[in-house]
């Protein structure tokens, strides 16, 4: 018997101790030991409900006792997270958490102290919900160099996307739409300013490349500035656009960025539509492998925090090897990042075709029947020539990168 305590009854909390619950008999079987919840941490009391015995309010009585062998973080925030973290893995308990501000913040610091202790450090919910990333990253994609990863690794924005490609639905009335359908927050920001997607990737590519990704270096775009023109010149390209975050291999650094980016037929990213995520990561050796499903939600993100429960019970005292030191990853300065452009710039094509090509050098005119702008494809240039060409011209309605 293993026992467990979860820390934070809310959403995931909840769901894990369903979980547990529903398929205790194969989840028995699978690990070859029964798991049992034995407390859980939460401010609040839940009269009535199946778990209300076991409830605690101090995290003292859970540290305390020594028959817990696992700890579940799914209170989320930085603070107490952190430090019941860290205290449960300092007595060696192994720790599963869906917690990603927390892994981006302090993933290595507690990396290290899981094998330090021979426990574990596992957070497979962190990223894509119920989608398994993590664990393939770090086992079955591991004889490979990582030569590019790329996610649509936010529903909201996802959803909000998709439904004014499909819809013809402008940004804003989406976003309502979707708050009132309760699949945005109600404070959207961290969701459609890409901050979201913006851990997650620095986590994926922390794990990809064996060193710290910090979030805060991270250029991030939202989609705020998405418009029903921006989609309609998307579907002229035969493209989407989508939230992209990725990590890739440009001249022996990494590049990072999350954008909205026109993802065109051929990538497999393109079919991900609605709430779905999607991890694509390139292999130098295992070629394109893409990972697809529920990003988020109770129940997919719950299964991913209990297959981690399972993994550590399965290795009692055993480290399993995470490499992701504390050692800085040395990133492609945003200026010096390669891309191709969509360009949509105010007035005529008369007006603008000798001063954008005098900017940009060759590029592709694009029509999707509007006469008042031009818009058109550059080749690849840096974010740095980019920036100079946008100044040149100062009329530039807005800029979309491929992807
Ligand atoms: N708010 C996130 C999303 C889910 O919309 O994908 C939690 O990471």
């Not at 839940?46 to 540290?63: L, N, Q």
């Not at 507690?110 to 993590?134: H, T, Y």
């Not at 130098?284 to 429960?309: C, E, H, P, R, W």
Request: glycine share 10%.
């Amino acid at each position: 018997m293993i026992n467990v305590s979860i820390l934070g009854y809310g959403t995931i909390g909840s769901g894990v101790f369903q979980v547990l619950k529903e398929n205790c008999q194969i989840i028995a079987e699978r690990t070859g030991e029964e798991i049992k919840v034995k407390s859980i941490l939460d401010l609040r009391d839940f009269p009535g409900d199946e778990a209300e015995g076991i409830i605690v309010h101090d995290f003292k009585e859970i540290d305390n006792d020594d028959s817990i062998q696992i700890v579940v973080e799914t209170m989320g925030g930085l603070h107490p997270a952190y430090e019941f973290v860290k205290a449960s893995l300092e007595k060696g308990r192994s720790v599963c958490t869906s917690n990603k501000a927390l892994v981006a913040a302090f993933g290595p610091e507690l990396v290290k102290i899981a094998e330090e202790k021979k426990c574990n450090f596992l957070f497979e919910a962190s990223v894509g919900g119920g989608i398994p990333i993590i664990r393939p990253l770090k086992s079955s994609i591991a004889p490979d160099i990582v030569e590019q990863i790329s996610g649509i690794l936010n529903g909201t924005t996802n959803y909000i996307l998709t439904e004014m490609t499909e819809n013809g639905t402008d940004f804003e009335t989406v976003l309502k739409d979707a708050q009132a359908k309760g699949y945005a927050e109600k404070d959207p920001t961290a969701d459609i300013e890409g901050h979201d997607a913006c851990r997650k990737i620095a986590i994926l590519a922390s794990l990809a490349y064996g060193h710290q990704v910090d979030f805060e270096d991270i250029y991030t775009e939202g989609i705020t500035k998405i418009t029903n023109r921006d989609i309609n010149y998307a579907g002229k390209l035969g493209a989407k656009i989508k939230l992209v975050a990725s990590g890739k291999i440009q001249d022996g650094k990494i590049c990072a960025m999350v954008a909205p980016g026109l993802v065109t037929a051929t990538n497999p990213l393109y079919s991900v539509d609605g709430v779905f995520n999607a991890i694509l990561v390139r292999g130098n050796m295992a070629g394109d492998i893409m990972f697809y499903g529920q990003g988020a939600g109770k129940l997919a993100t719950a299964s991913a925090v209990v297959s981690d429960i399972m993994e550590a019970a399965k290795h009692p005292g055993i480290n399993i090897k995470t490499i992701w030191d504390n050692r800085k990853m040395e990133l492609v300065s945003f200026e010096e990042s390669v891309s191709k452009f969509f360009v949509r710039v105010s007035g005529t094509k008369a007006e603008n075709e000798t001063k954008v090509s005098e900017a940009f050098g060759s590029v592709t005119p694009v029509d999707a029947g509007y006469s008042d702008e031009y818009a058109f494809v550059t080749e690849e240039v840096t974010e740095g020539a980019y920036i100079k060409a946008e100044e040149k011209l100062g009329n530039i309605i807005n800029k979309i990168r491929f992807n």
